[in-house]
């Protein structure tokens, strides 16, 4: 009220244990900018690197007046997702937002430093206690209650000026036996003070106004269609409006006067007098609003008055029907919340539910309690109860069982296009897997067929979880038939759609992994890691390991090119932990491969066979397919590039013809291979057909710009890459510009004499700011404020800054920096 006097705008959102759903809270976060932009969608800029807290801060900032957001029920939060969102809005919130929170208790959200900067003040409960003038004053404003001063002493210490406690005496003092109470000194609890003042308030209200009084107190908020469901009153609009008007606790949701909500503890006071007194009736009013609400089709509120009636068939109905739009959307965190009561009887009842959950455990990666579900699949499906093909072939993904899963995958018809919600998302995930089958096939035409049904059952079936996986597949299915600008084409067209982007789920971590693959191989390592830290957590949970492998072992490469060796031996750490806690031996030996690989690179060849010889064994049976974390991994070629290493040059040549037989179509396959031969042929003394083999190389991937093959290639190939700089052969005529980028990212500079030296890459628009700000003694912090981005946002721009001009420390760029003539 006192914003609305000064004519601030305002926004309200009350927060609730179901907001630990990422999407769901970003979805509504999103509402409450729309709401201060006066009802219009602000627009989402698509860029590689923008992060929920960036955008909302630039939304915020770009309002032209002061605006205050008001968040409530802030206790409720446990997810680490929204709380780390909340620390940074906080830190970073522009000057002309205030932020308002209401709490019962405080996360941990840094607020120590902002009090002590003086940017945050904490109004604790002692603080909102009144005084013994405002005390006073508050019972003065009811003048049909004559209060002594004694009494208003003797009210003044029994409630501290807790303020509840006040309206509750006011409420009830034309009662005798309250008046008689404050004759005498009684030492009361809060609590039990509260129950008494509540049932003299209650006992002063005539009996219908009582009844309605105790029966709705159970809902969490009232309406009056849904008031009269459970009261059977048809005059509950007018008997809220009163009560409101009374000042009985209830105060309104929205200004049209519909939705109502009673004071926490004026609530549960009631509500526990009533289901103690009245356990059966207290049983009738959750089961009456619950049919009421699913008649309505809000079902987390109807779920939550079946369970609590104890009407568990009810609450497994709803959510069997609610759960169709959870999966699809990819709220998978809420369906676990809601079904995690049920007992396992109560949902393999119903075998849609259990596909439902299945779902839930398996993208969510809760192997045991996957266990009995996925008995219960079986046994269904042995029956011929129901057709499970799609679930089971992504329970079989998610344990890397792939030929089961493809198995299973190419049961499903995915040319029937006429099925539209739960269903369509089904056959959306089931053409998914038809693609990743093909793919992995190297049959890019029936991977292409199967991504656009993928896309098509996404449309129908109104499901963002199958998208995301869609782009992801398709993005890397163009990277591998050498076509990166299309793939990067395809994941920024993507990050442009607001529902992806702005929501935290599974299937956009997926997308997002492939993306961070996509910009490493492009050479644009700044966008790949702004990109990759934000969603770190979120990717490491993926269902399919694939995504997981690319997303991790892209960062570890640029964290080692980068000279960031503990950091890049740290994303392996974290690497094999999810490989071991998932059981993924593949993962485990993509890892192996990854540090073996890197032991050789540096000439040690000891720890790299002592790495090789501790993997375990690839003991599963030779397959046709190859997953595409092993076209970006060394667990397919490791072996050549070890033998070509310790000279077997006979045997790395068998294995070269045989992996160049089988290439096919794979443009990124080809380019590694002919990487691979130019080491063979150097190894073995023949510099003109290493350079013949490079060239090859080169060709196959200059149309698609795929840089960082020949970096990881190995500093042996620079003296090749540098003399067909000097002279290119007609087969690089036309792809001078991309032979030059090569060489700089390889670390020379083309055309240098007297040696090779670190590149320089230009600075981005950003970082040329920052910098600025940077020689002019601006610290982190300033910088954050100044330019409207976090601190983190900063410290990420400054470390690529600091590896652009080789230096270490703030002094040492800014000295650099003016010697470029970057800076005056």
């Not at 690089?732 to 670190?758: K, N, Q, Y």
């Not at 950003?766 to 404020?785: D, P, V």
């Amino acid at each position: 009220q006192g914003c609305e006097a000064r004519g601030v705008p305002t926004a309200w959102l009350t927060l609730d244990d179901a907001d630990n759903e990422p999407r769901r809270f970003f979805a509504y976060f999103r509402s409450l900018i729309q709401q201060l932009h006066g009802g219009v969608d602000a627009d989402w800029q698509p860029s590689r690197v923008r992060r929920h807290v960036d955008w909302i801060i630039e939304q915020l900032a770009g309002l032209d007046r002061p605006v205050a957001l008001f968040i409530d029920e802030l206790q409720t939060i446990t997810s680490a997702a929204v709380l780390q969102f909340f620390r940074e809005l906080m830190e970073y919130l522009p000057n002309n937002v205030t932020l308002y929170f209401g709490t019962r208790a405080i996360p941990e959200l840094g607020l120590t430093r902002l009090i002590v900067d003086g940017r945050a003040l904490l109004v604790s409960a002692e603080m909102l206690r009144f005084s013994r003038d405002e005390t006073v004053a508050f019972f003065d404003q009811a003048r049909e209650l004559v209060v002594r001063p004694d009494e208003l002493d003797s009210i003044f210490r029994r409630t501290e000026g807790w303020p509840a406690a006040l309206q509750l005496f006011r409420l009830s003092l034309n009662r005798r036996n309250v008046r008689s109470t404050l004759e005498r000194e009684i030492s009361d609890q809060p609590r039990e003070l509260a129950e008494y003042l509540t049932e003299n308030v209650l006992a002063l209200q005539s009996p219908d106004v009582q009844d309605f009084l105790l029966r709705t107190a159970l809902l969490p908020r009232l309406s009056a269609p849904l008031c009269k469901a459970v009261t059977g009153l048809d005059n509950a609009q007018a008997l809220l409006e009163q009560l409101e008007r009374n000042g009985l606790f209830l105060r309104a949701l929205d200004v049209d006067l519909h939705w109502f909500k009673y004071h926490g503890l004026f609530a549960k006071c009631l509500s526990d007098q009533f289901s103690a007194r009245q356990p059966e009736a207290a049983r009738e009013v959750h089961l009456r609003a619950a049919r009421w609400y699913a008649a309505e089709q809000m079902w987390a509120e109807g779920v939550h008055h079946a369970l609590a009636a104890g009407a568990l068939p009810l609450a497994a109905d709803m959510l069997d029907e609610w759960g169709s739009t959870l999966v699809a959307e990819g709220q998978l965190i809420t369906l676990e919340r809601w079904v995690s009561p049920l007992p396992l009887e109560e949902i393999t009842a119903r075998p849609t539910l259990t596909i439902k959950v299945a779902y839930v455990y398996v993208f969510l990666r809760r192997r045991a309690a996957f266990g009995p579900i996925h008995a219960a699949l079986l046994r269904m499906e042995r029956e011929g109860r129901i057709q499970p093909e799609i679930v089971l072939s992504m329970a079989a993904v998610s344990a890397d069982d792939l030929g089961e899963a493809f198995r299973r995958a190419q049961r499903v018809d995915i040319e029937k296009v006429d099925e539209s919600g739960f269903d369509a998302f089904e056959r959306a995930a089931a053409a998914n897997l038809q693609g990743v089958c093909a793919l992995s096939l190297g049959d890019f035409e029936q991977a292409r067929v199967a991504l656009g049904y993928a896309r098509l059952h996404t449309e129908r079936g109104v499901a963002p979880f199958s998208g995301g996986y869609e782009v992801g597949v398709t993005g890397i299915s163009q990277m591998l038939q050498g076509d990166l600008p299309g793939a990067l084409a395809t994941f920024d067209a993507a990050a442009a759609q607001s529902p992806i982007r702005l929501d935290r789920m599974l299937a956009s971590a997926a997308m997002t992994a492939c993306h961070v693959w996509a910009l490493y191989e492009a050479n644009e390592l700044d966008a790949a890691e702004a990109l990759f830290m934000p969603h770190q957590e979120l990717i490491a949970e993926s269902t399919m390991l694939d995504f997981v492998a690319v997303a991790f072992i892209a960062m570890s490469r640029i964290d080692h090119a980068r000279g960031r060796r503990q950091a890049a031996q740290d994303k392996l750490d974290a690497l094999e932990q999810v490989a071991q806690a998932s059981g993924w031996p593949r993962l485990l030996r993509l890892v192996g491969w990854e540090r073996a690989t890197r032991a050789l690179a540096t000439g040690q060849t000891d720890p790299a066979q002592s790495l090789i010889a501790a993997m375990a064994p690839d003991t599963a049976p030779p397959q046709a397919w190859v997953m595409f974390a092993d076209e970006l991994g060394e667990a397919q070629f490791g072996d050549i590039r070890l033998m070509i290493h310790l000279g077997q040059l006979d045997r790395a040549s068998r294995r070269l013809q045989a992996a160049s037989a089988q290439a096919g179509g794979r443009v990124y396959r080809q380019i590694r291979l002919k990487l691979l031969e130019t080491a063979w042929h150097l190894q073995a003394g023949s510099e003109p057909a290493a350079q013949n083999s490079l060239v090859q190389a080169l060709q196959f991937a200059a149309p698609g710009r795929l840089i960082r093959c020949f970096v990881e290639g190995g500093r042996r190939v620079m003296p090749l890459l540098l003399r067909l700089h000097r002279a290119p052969p007609p087969g690089l005529a036309r792809h001078t510009r991309f032979l030059a980028d090569v060489v700089s990212a390889c670390g020379g500079v083309p055309g240098a004499e007297g040696g090779d030296r670190a590149p320089f890459d230009s600075l981005t628009d950003r970082e040329q700011a920052i910098l600025t700000l940077l020689s002019a003694g601006a610290s982190n912090k300033e910088m954050a404020r100044q330019m409207t981005v976090s601190e983190n946002t900063v410290k990420f721009h400054l470390k690529n800054i600091y590896a652009k001009l080789a230096v270490d420390n703030r002094l040492r760029a800014i000295a650099a920096a003016r010697e470029r003539g970057l800076i005056a």
